[in-house]
C-alpha cells in the first residue's frame, strides 16, 4: 500500500490555506501525512495551521530558511515518509476527485513515474463546493504546475531536490528534469489543479526576475543535455496527453 505525502509551502497564506486544507480533506484517497512549511510569514498563517492541525493529525508544520517555495519544498522532502510525493501551493485547490484519477492511473503501469494533468484556471471561489464559481473566469490547459501532478519518490530519489537559487521556474526546472532523465510521464486530460489568480500571488504578475528564472531553467536543461551528447529535441509534452479511461 503506497504511502502519501503532500507538501505546501506558504509564506503569508492566511487568505487562502484553509481552502487548500480543506480541498484536500475531502479527497476520496486522503495524503498519510500533509507538510507545511512556513516560509517566514508575518500575518496569521499559523494561526490558521494550528486551529486547522487539531483535527487533522495529519498535518505537520515545518519551518522554512525563507529563501522562497523551492528551499521550502526541500526542507519538506527531507521528511517526507511517502513513497507517492504531492504538491500543493497555500493560494490552490486540488479537484475532489484528483487523488482517486491520478493514482489509479499510477497503479495502471507501475513503471509510469509521473502523471500529471490539466490546470483550471479561476479568479472566484464557490466557498460550498471548492469549486470555481459560476461567474468566475475559467481556462482549462496543460502547464507546469507541481500540485497538478503525483510522483513516485523515486523520481527525487534519483534527480535530488530542487535548485535554491531560483524563486521562480524551479518547477519548470524539476520537469525539464524529469523529461531528460526519461522517467516515463503522462498527462491526463483532466482538471487536476484549481490554480486560483489573485493580485498577491507571486506570479500574479510577470517580472523580470521571473522570466530570468524561466530563461534559466530552459538554459540549464540546454546545457545538461549537450553535456550527455543529446542533440534531439523532447517530443512535446502534447504527445503525453491522454484521455481519462
Request: glycine fraction near 4%.
Amino acid at each position: 500500500m503506497n504511502t502519501i505525502s503532500t507538501i505546501i509551502p506558504v509564506k503569508n497564506g492566511a487568505e487562502f490555506i484553509a481552502d487548500a486544507l480543506a480541498s484536500i480533506s475531502r479527497q476520496t484517497i486522503v495524503p498519510d501525512e500533509i507538510l507545511i512549511v512556513d516560509d517566514g510569514s508575518t500575518d496569521n498563517t499559523l494561526d490558521v495551521v494550528h486551529k486547522i492541525s487539531k483535527s487533522n493529525p495529519a498535518i505537520k508544520l515545518l519551518q522554512g530558511p525563507e529563501k522562497g517555495p523551492g528551499s521550502a519544498r526541500n526542507v519538506a522532502l527531507e521528511q517526507a515518509r511517502g513513497d507517492i510525493i504531492t504538491f500543493l501551493d497555500a493560494d490552490d485547490l486540488w479537484p475532489a476527485e484528483k487523488m482517486q484519477v491520478q493514482l489509479a492511473r499510477l497503479a495502471k503501469e507501475p513503471h509510469v513515474d509521473v502523471v500529471s494533468g490539466f490546470v483550471r484556471y479561476f479568479d472566484k471561489l464557490c466557498k460550498d463546493t471548492l469549486t470555481p464559481a459560476e461567474d468566475s473566469r475559467t481556462n482549462d490547459i496543460f502547464h507546469v504546475h507541481l500540485g497538478a501532478a503525483v510522483f513516485r519518490r523515486s523520481v527525487f530519489d534519483k534527480l535530488g531536490q530542487f535548485h535554491e537559487d531560483m524563486l521562480y521556474s524551479e518547477d519548470v526546472d524539476l520537469i525539464l528534469k524529469i523529461r531528460e532523465s526519461e522517467f516515463p510521464m503522462t498527462i491526463l486530460r483532466h482538471v487536476t489543479l484549481y490554480y486560483r489568480r489573485h493580485e498577491n500571488a507571486m506570479t500574479s504578475k510577470m517580472t523580470r526576475d521571473e522570466s530570468k528564472s524561466f530563461n534559466m531553467a530552459i538554459l540549464r536543461s540546454m546545457m545538461r543535455r549537450r553535456a550527455a551528447g543529446i542533440s534531439e529535441p523532447f517530443t512535446p509534452f502534447s504527445s503525453l496527453i491522454e484521455d481519462v479511461k
